[in-house]
């Protein structure tokens, strides 16, 4: 325990003298987390309309005025001809073109079907997707309305109706922060537990101590020791304040345990820095460490269901995500922060990550070689 508390002092005193190292472990996540939650918004909105008006009715105008005023698009322009609003496509202006026939007002008011024609740039296949989806919506609740209008109320024989109450569970407002935030502070504490572990050894073979440090009765333990427990101490630093930086500036409280979610993390962090210190024992120097380190962070990005269901991969890149452990602490932030999930939910992701943590560990710990 002596060496190990002396071990602890070179590092911290090592850690607190790189001022970037300081800024790159603190700093950086907390802008991030600041700023990644506002430009990585799936929330589409302000699409781009443009209305080919042949009909010029009150139907018509009224059609126009309820797509403007749902809150998911923007005018474009109104155009006399389709020729004109497909130029605005091939410009870029406009995203979708309504083209409202001649005598729209006058078939509905027969009873007689009416047709719109709808283009929509696909260049953006997710926009292309919800804008057709958004304005379907409201198309198909103009129709109601409009049936409504014809519908003669009767005091002796009231139609049936059917009244659907839906609610949301878990995230009542449909908040896009409460999905995204808890991942993307999972992102966050993976780069300090990761990637910091691994620069700081690799660090040590560059400037030749890593020499001294093999020639010393050490124990390979002490060393390994030495340098986990300080990134796994700023882990859970980061991932207090990332805690602290969500309820204040997005409103998220957890619902389940708060010391849940710092046992897993403690567990988490484990794992994360056995993949870092596997990482530096492949590396001779920080560039090198950088880049390895950057190329896994790249697919946990991409196949931890961060930004996408992992539901919907195809085979094979699930039996990745099950390899990764960035996915599985990703879920449990989002099973207890939104769904309120309790230990014994979580017990599978425990195990599988707990898993992880000793094969990166142990297999950290042979590939390094300590010399006498």
């Given at each position: 325990?002596?060496?190990?508390?002396?071990?602890?002092?070179?590092?911290?005193?090592?850690?607190?003298?790189?001022?970037?190292?300081?800024?790159?472990?603190?700093?950086?996540?907390?802008?991030?987390?600041?700023?990644?939650?506002?430009?990585?918004?799936?929330?589409?909105?302000?699409?781009?309309?443009?209305?080919?008006?042949?009909?010029?009715?009150?139907?018509?105008?009224?059609?126009?005025?309820?797509?403007?005023?749902?809150?998911?698009?923007?005018?474009?322009?109104?155009?006399?001809?389709?020729?004109?609003?497909?130029?605005?496509?091939?410009?870029?202006?406009?995203?979708?073109?309504?083209?409202?026939?001649?005598?729209?007002?006058?078939?509905?008011?027969?009873?007689?079907?009416?047709?719109?024609?709808?283009?929509?740039?696909?260049?953006?296949?997710?926009?292309?997707?919800?804008?057709?989806?958004?304005?379907?919506?409201?198309?198909?609740?103009?129709?109601?309305?409009?049936?409504?209008?014809?519908?003669?109320?009767?005091?002796?024989?009231?139609?049936?109706?059917?009244?659907?109450?839906?609610?949301?569970?878990?995230?009542?407002?449909?908040?896009?922060?409460?999905?995204?935030?808890?991942?993307?502070?999972?992102?966050?504490?993976?780069?300090?537990?990761?990637?910091?572990?691994?620069?700081?050894?690799?660090?040590?073979?560059?400037?030749?101590?890593?020499?001294?440090?093999?020639?010393?009765?050490?124990?390979?333990?002490?060393?390994?020791?030495?340098?986990?427990?300080?990134?796994?101490?700023?882990?859970?630093?980061?991932?207090?304040?990332?805690?602290?930086?969500?309820?204040?500036?997005?409103?998220?409280?957890?619902?389940?345990?708060?010391?849940?979610?710092?046992?897993?993390?403690?567990?988490?962090?484990?794992?994360?820095?056995?993949?870092?210190?596997?990482?530096?024992?492949?590396?001779?120097t920080p560039l090198q460490a950088h880049s390895l380190t950057f190329?896994?962070?790249?697919?946990?990005?991409?196949?931890?269901?961060?930004?996408?269901?992992?539901?919907?991969?195809?085979?094979?890149?699930?039996?990745?995500?099950?390899?990764?452990?960035?996915?599985y602490f990703i879920e449990v932030m989002r099973m207890i922060v939104?769904?309120?999930?309790?230990?014994?939910?979580?017990?599978?992701?425990?195990?599988?990550?707990?898993?992880?943590?000793?094969?990166?560990?142990?297999?950290?710990?042979?590939?390094?070689?300590?010399?006498?």
């Amino acid at each position: 325990m002596r060496t190990l508390k002396f071990l602890l002092q070179k590092e911290f005193k090592q850690i607190f003298r790189d001022s970037n190292l300081l800024r790159m472990m603190f700093m950086t996540p907390i802008i991030q987390l600041i700023i990644l939650p506002q430009a990585a918004n799936f929330t589409i909105r302000n699409i781009n309309i443009a209305f080919v008006d042949l009909d010029h009715s009150a139907y018509s105008q009224r059609f126009v005025n309820k797509v403007l005023s749902s809150g998911y698009f923007q005018l474009a322009g109104i155009e006399p001809s389709y020729q004109g609003a497909y130029k605005l496509i091939e410009k870029d202006k406009a995203d979708i073109v309504v083209e409202i026939p001649k005598d729209f007002e006058s078939k509905l008011n027969t009873e007689e079907n009416q047709k719109l024609s709808v283009s929509v740039n696909a260049i953006n296949g997710v926009k292309a997707a919800v804008g057709s989806g958004y304005l379907t919506n409201i198309i198909q609740d103009f129709n109601r309305n409009i049936q409504l209008d014809w519908i003669q109320p009767s005091a002796m024989n009231p139609m049936p109706e059917v009244d659907v109450v839906s609610s949301n569970w878990y995230n009542p407002t449909l908040s896009y922060y409460l999905f995204m935030v808890p991942g993307i502070l999972v992102l966050l504490v993976t780069l300090v537990g990761g990637n910091m572990t691994a620069q700081n050894i690799v660090r040590e073979k560059e400037i030749g101590t890593i020499e001294q440090i093999n020639v010393t009765p050490l124990k390979k333990y002490h060393f390994i020791l030495g340098k986990l427990i300080p990134f796994w101490i700023l882990g859970v630093i980061v991932f207090t304040i990332g805690l602290i930086i969500a309820r204040i500036l997005y409103g998220i409280i957890p619902l389940g345990s708060v010391a849940l979610l710092y046992f897993f993390v403690s567990v988490y962090l484990i794992a994360i820095m056995g993949f870092g210190l596997l990482i530096s024992t492949y590396s001779d120097t920080p560039l090198q460490a950088h880049s390895l380190t950057f190329f896994f962070v790249q697919i946990f990005n991409m196949m931890s269901g961060l930004f996408t269901p992992i539901d919907s991969m195809p085979g094979w890149a699930k039996l990745i995500t099950d390899i990764i452990p960035v996915s599985y602490f990703i879920e449990v932030m989002r099973m207890i922060v939104i769904k309120g999930s309790r230990f014994h939910d979580i017990i599978p992701h425990l195990i599988a990550v707990s898993i992880m943590g000793i094969v990166l560990n142990g297999w950290a710990i042979l590939n390094y070689r300590k010399t006498t």
